[in-house]
Nanobody
Framework: QVQLVESGGGLVQAGESLRLSCSAS????????MGWFRQAPGKEREFVAA????????YYADSVKGRFAISGDYAKNTVYLQMNNLKPEDTAVYYC???????????????WGQGTQVTVSS
């Protein structure tokens, strides 16, 4: 089992950047594929980015491709989501998740953090 804790959310203006962190404890981080999802008010949770267990492969939603980057630091048991050129439509609660296999659906993930709020003002 693994426990996940997100941090790094906040309020920024459009065009600015934020870096979210997800710290994992329990089973070693390298055993899991990691994903970021987000949920805006009144909307369903959606996939943002994922990184495979070996960190060899990364995946992105079309809406964030070229602006967001997911990466992992095995020494720190932490996965990051660097978010650049933020837009108001990126406003959401961002969740970190872990899975034994890489997936793009929330149903592929077994462990979830509590979420961190990102708000982008225009």
């Amino acid at each position: 089992q693994v426990q996940l804790v997100e941090s790094g959310g906040g309020l920024v203006q459009a065009g600015e950047s934020l870096r979210l962190s997800c710290s994992a404890s329990g089973r070693t981080f390298s055993s899991y594929a990691m994903g970021w999802f987000r949920q805006a008010p009144g909307k369903e949770r959606e996939f943002v980015a994922a990184i495979s267990r070996s960190s060899k492969s990364t995946y992105y939603a079309d809406s964030v491709k070229g602006r967001f980057a997911i990466s992992g630091d095995y020494a720190k048991n932490t996965v990051y989501l660097q978010m650049n050129n933020l837009k108001p439509e990126d406003t959401a609660v961002y969740y970190c998740a872990a899975s034994l296999k890489t997936g793009l659906s929330e149903y592929d993930y077994h462990y979830w953090g509590q979420g961190t709020q990102v708000t982008v003002s225009s």
